[in-house]
């Protein structure tokens, strides 16, 4: 099968941090380091393969929190990529992953000055008696990258916290935030529960902060789930069934079907970052290297994504109310919880479910508000607009 040009790559500049998932640090003995050489290797495959098509290529780093290892390679990746683009005319869009951890002045200057986007991963445990050891990292990043977006990682460990995680992050001056599900946990029954309080609690305090908060950065802060409200409503509007075409289920798999590929440190390549990287030639998603891209590998995906549809391994589909949008979950957590790349884990269908439950609710709230206009602009307004696309 033909491979498209890799124009966009992940750096992972160690394969064991605080990036990672919990399965994957699980899993993974001993931490290593990209060597530069292999980074301005990698750097080169994409952007060669971007100059060939006359666009800009696109980098990300993540892993890579130590202090000296920052200055001697991902500041270095950087300045290279920035020198490039000088000769050439370009403009390669660069962004990193980080938790704010070891985070100074200098480093956040350096980071504007060279026009890097920022994506925080923030996956602590808050309480209203703590004192976050990142805040100062985050501070400055308010200062120099107030437009940031936070992901939040929620696993069984820091449920009880996600109210005040969100609060605290927000009073920090951040505004975009996706809650995320740590799906390598084992979620029980007592952990949903959790979750829908502390979502009762987030609802309240955004109706309390109206005048602090634009009803579209409120609902940022809950990521994809407003987005899937709408397209259930578009998705009514047209009768339309579930239908998974491979664009929907091939977005999560990388190589072989879009421009995006993974390297782990030692320069091996994957079609996902969700993955422990020490295990590469056993991996169904290692696909080779950028000398050689196993094209067998990506045929045998391919194969099995082919005309199918995901489904849960516990959960009835038809009577989900995301069931004509779902796409399911990452097929690379499907096969490493459920052993099948089509097979969706319970706790993943169960907190989309919840999160769709009380999205709705928030919604009501605000839709039962006459004189509230911004908000039914911006969600009529969009469901309006997709109707007539």
């Known amino acids: ?24 640090n699980e899993v993974i003995n001993t931490k290593k380091y990209m060597a530069l050489k292999t980074a301005y290797k990698l750097i080169d495959y994409v952007y060669n393969n971007a100059q060939e098509d006359s666009i800009n290529s696109v980098i990300y780093f ?10 001697k390679t991902t500041k270095s990746c950087i300045t290279y990529i920035r020198n490039k683009d000088k000769e050439n005319n370009t ?15 200098d480093i956040l200057k350096f980071i504007f000055d060279n026009q890097v986007y920022l994506k925080v991963i923030f996956n602590e445990n808050i309480q209203p008696e703590q004192a976050f050891p990142y805040e100062s990292g985050l501070k400055l990043i308010t200062k120099y990258l107030p437009e940031t977006f936070i992901d939040v990682i929620i696993n069984p460990e820091n449920i009880n916290y996600l109210y005040n995680s969100i609060l605290y992050i927000n009073e920090l001056g951040f505004s975009k935030i996706e809650i995320k599900q740590d799906l390598y946990s084992i979620w029980t029954d007592e952990n949903f529960d959790i979750l829908e309080q502390q979502l009762d609690l987030l609802n ?12 579209p950065d409120i609902l940022l802060n809950y990521g994809i789930v407003f987005k899937q409200r709408i397209l259930c409503d578009y998705s009514e509007i047209h009768n339309l069934c579930r239908t998974l075409p491979l664009c929907n289920l091939t977005k999560k798999t990388g190589c072989g079907f879009n421009d995006f590929i993974v390297a782990d440190c030692l320069g091996n390549l994957y079609t996902n970052d969700q993955i ?16 050689s891209i196993d094209s067998n590998k990506i045929g045998y995906l391919f194969e099995q994504l082919s005309e199918k549809t995901v489904s ?13 949008i779902c796409d399911g979950s990452s097929i690379v957590s499907n096969y490493i919880i459920t052993n099948n790349l089509l097979t969706v884990p319970f706790s993943y269908c169960r907190w989309q479910q919840i999160f769709f439950k009380k999205i709705n609710e928030f919604i009501e709230y605000f839709d039962s508000a006459q004189d509230n206009i911004l908000f039914k602009d911006f969600f009529y307004g969009t469901v309006t607009r997709r109707s007539h696309e």
């Open 1 to 24: 099968m033909t491979i498209p040009k890799i124009t966009k790559i992940e750096l992972f500049i160690t394969n064991k941090n605080k990036l990672s998932s919990k399965y994957t």
């Open 62 to 71: 993540a892993g890579d929190e130590d202090l000296a290892h920052f200055e």
């Open 91 to 105: 403009q390669t869009k660069i962004t990193l992953q980080l938790t704010g951890k070891n985070l100074t002045e």
């Open 204 to 215: 309240t305090y955004y109706k309390e902060k109206l005048d602090d908060y634009t009803v």
């Open 276 to 291: 422990p990287f020490d295990v590469a030639e056993n991996n169904i998603f290692y696909v080779g290297t950028v000398e």
């Open 312 to 324: 849960s391994d516990k959960l009835s589909c038809k009577k989900c109310l995301l069931n004509n």
